[in-house]
């Protein structure tokens, strides 16, 4: 993906490229030949890139239960095998009105490397797409997104190396919100992560500092009709969940406030004694993954990666050892 460029006088662009598996290195092309693979003429990173292991996304087209197209990529573990099994993690894109593409992403890396299969996908209400498929979800967030990307991860089965017993999901923000919607709706996951996520639209919409929400996502504020707010609440729906859960929250987090999210959830998996931790980060506001202090961010990554280490990969992790399978509700859902 092209951040900056500049033309010469003889067509030669100039132009700083990033890839998923390369970060901001210069790369030319002439604008006369047409389509071309870009010539890097830096490589920032190459000492970097040749002590760790990447893998190249393999990039998928897959119908979602109204025939509609969804685009999405699997990222496979460097040395995968396609005889073995492995676990699949389902990370989700927030915005809602966002979308992944050519672009480095570290912690897809991470999980690749550390034996998972990722799977990122572009449902409804992404952008790039055209102005119908993004607008598609207003007035139905979530709703018919959930069902694409419970199509993806149907799709990435498929391929017969997924570990269906081994299913993880997180996301940040909307994909915060998404996460909990999808444990609210299936216990076929078997660990999530919600970070900076929404568990109450009505709590959300008395204490957030993001108000241009309200024309494309409710019709009327929740005191005109707040089982509309309930009824799309991942809160509301929080008897039918099983999945291990942890949250990561910024207590600066103004965007998806805490109160209105992962520590409601939180509370109540505590209650039915469902197996969770809250991750709570001092002075981190919504941009925490992005922006955050640098070893916020390490520690961040080192949570997602451990609490999937813990519930996927069996791994012992005492912190996170809390609960024990006698103790969880169970539920019949799929």
Do not use: C
Not at 54 to 61: D, G, K, L, N, V
Not at 140 to 168: N, S, W
């Amino acid at each position: 993906m092209s951040k900056a460029y500049s033309i010469s006088r003889s067509g030669t662009i100039a132009a700083t490229i990033s890839t998923q598996t390369n970060i901001g290195d210069i790369a030319t092309f002439s604008a006369k030949n047409g389509p071309q693979k870009p010539a890097l003429i830096t490589h920032v990173n190459e000492t970097l890139f040749n002590e760790i292991a990447q893998s190249e996304p393999e990039e998928i087209w897959y119908p979602s239960f109204d025939g509609r197209k969804v685009q999405g990529w699997i990222l496979k573990p460097p040395d995968f095998d396609a005889s073995k099994k492995y676990p699949l993690i389902l990370e989700i894109h927030g915005g809602p009105f966002a979308n992944y593409g050519d672009r480095f992403d570290i912690e897809k890396q991470l999980m690749a490397a550390r034996g998972y299969v990722v799977l990122y996908t572009n449902p409804r209400g992404s952008t790039s797409y055209g102005q119908e498929f993004g607008n598609i979800i207003q007035y139905h967030y979530p709703g018919d997104d959930y069902k694409d990307l419970m199509a993806g991860v149907d799709e990435a089965i498929k391929g017969g190396y997924i570990d269906e017993k081994k299913l993880g999901v997180t996301g940040g923000s909307g994909g915060g919100l998404l996460t909990n919607w999808v444990v609210d709706q299936t216990n076929r996951f078997a660990a999530a992560v919600a970070q900076r996520d929404i568990a109450s639209w009505e709590d959300w919409w008395y204490s957030a500092d993001f108000t241009l929400f309200h024309p494309t996502w409710f019709k009327v504020p929740p005191f005109e009709d707040p089982q509309e707010y309930r009824a799309r609440s991942p809160i509301n729906y929080i008897k039918d969940v099983t999945t291990p859960m942890m949250f990561i929250l910024g207590e600066a987090d103004y965007r998806t406030p805490p109160g209105a999210g992962g520590e409601e959830m939180f509370r109540a998996l505590k209650f039915r004694k469902i197996p969770t931790v809250m991750v709570r980060f001092p002075n981190e506001s919504h941009e925490l993954s992005r922006s955050g202090q640098p070893w916020h961010r390490v520690e961040r990554l080192q949570h997602i990666v451990g609490w999937f280490d813990h519930w996927l990969m069996g791994m012992p992790k005492p912190e996170y050892e809390i609960g024990t399978p006698d103790t969880v509700t169970t539920s019949s859902r799929q």
